[in-house]
């Protein structure tokens, strides 16, 4: 789950690379509203997809738009972690 204090640091962040982007973080209703679609994340992957937003949009944020830059962790395949078991015991990874 989300840390609180990151999302709200994170937020301040959106804020200072898009000055005109019209919200209001003293209100705790907005910031409650936001943070419910984000909560779900994790710290550092949300951290991520500030980053990733901030580099390439130029557009004030959305939900829609941050989530574009959520990449969920991968599961690996059993078949994967054989080979990747080989590779280490081969002394090739």
Not at 16 to 30: A, M, Q
Not at 45 to 59: L, P
């Amino acid at each position: 789950m989300l840390d609180k204090e990151l999302f709200f640091e994170g937020m301040e962040e959106l804020l200072k690379f898009f000055p005109n982007w019209n919200i209001d973080l003293s209100e705790k209703r907005n910031v409650r509203a936001w943070y419910n679609k984000f909560k779900h994340m994790s710290d550092g992957r949300f951290i991520k997809a500030i980053d990733e937003y901030i580099r390439n949009e130029q557009f004030n944020p959305t939900v829609a738009g941050i989530l574009k830059y959520y990449l969920p962790e991968q599961q690996k395949t059993a078949t994967q972690i054989e080979h990747e078991k080989m590779l280490q015991e081969n002394g090739l990874m």
